[in-house]
């Protein structure tokens, strides 16, 4: 009976060395074999559970078959190229009201109403959908998103002093998250763009801080982080909670691993309402690489967001408190970089598994062949 030693031996001396180095090669790769092929940005452009807003238009008018047949096109066209889902109401042709519209998300939601103000029906309908699906504001961050790893969006308040320290708390999260970048799964091909709605532009801006809970009397500073198709990643920060590690740590959040410990009703977030055209998608199949409305692509983003059916994506409370994930972002920084802090202990034992167990089942197996084949001789 050979020993071990020389049964070793003979395996580096017999065996294929490709076979040899198979679980060194293995365990050489910069993720461990069941790394997610997705970060939580590219899961964002998904629409898996995207919250749709509802429009229900109110009229009383009696239409030609033509008109009929013009908005019905115009409105299937609107719910394919956005999150909208729009529905008719036709109440009695005797009473003769004015078209209108009303908004709804889910019951939590106040609803926003919308007046015709004596528009013709088709007129009313072409400025509702202009109203509800852009705005200025709307139009950058759509400009920006598709490329840019996520879209900060400062909400001025009245005081200028207290918007000023929210400004400069966010360039400093911008300034120290962008050496991070490049360390992430899946870099974006843009850093994160920081944008700034006026004090004085809110009224112009009705639907969009309708859809971020922004109450359009709040006077304090409100930031927000949105990325992918529009989604709002973490909580809205007013006034003093608007801090340098707050931002950091929700930008580490976009950009890490969807393995990671992120609780599922962020890695959704709840989307503002926006257009949402086939340009748009295609420019945003060629920046990731895939299309994340392709079929077999959702399927593996559905089980790995775990939804399921009908669950809406509107964010539960949040898992860590505000001021608790802010110590978190600071550690991060000052340790490793925030995103292999996310999947850093189940990195490790993933790695420290494979690292003990591959090796020795390699060695095993070819000691095991090596006995068969000398038994095999030795038979008459």
Known sequence: MHSMAAIVRQIFLQTPMHLVLAPFLLLATPFPLSACRYTVREIGFSTLAFPAYHLTIHHSLELAQQDVDQLAELCEKTMAESNLVIEWVQRPTHRQDDPFAILTLDSLKTPLVFRSGGRTLSAFVLALRQEVLSSSMRRQILHEIPSAHAVVLLIAGKDPEQTQRSRLAIRQALQQIKPVLSLMPKPSAAPPVALELPFSRRGQERVLLWSLDVLDQAIEPTAIVLYGRGRRMGPALQGDKITTEAIY??????????????????????????????????????TLGFDPENPLVK??????????????????????????????????????????????????????ICFLILPAVSILAGALIILLQKKRRSLP
Not at 311 to 336: H, I, T, W, Y
Request: charged share 20%; with cysteine.
């Open 299 to 352: 399927m593996e983003l559905f089980q790995i967001a775990k939804i399921g059916p009908g669950e809406n994506a509107r964010p539960r409370p949040s898992v860590l408190p505000l001021d608790q994930s802010a110590g978190m972002a600071k550690q991060s920084r000052s340790a490793v970089p925030a995103i292999n802090t996310a999947i850093g202990k189940r990195f490790t034992s993933q790695v420290l």
């Open 249 to 286: 740590y929700l930008l580490s959040l976009v950009g890490a691993d969807c393995e990671c410990d992120l609780d599922r009703s962020w890695l959704l977030g709840p989307m503002i309402p926006l257009s949402w055209t086939e340009k748009t998608q295609a420019l945003v199949a060629h």
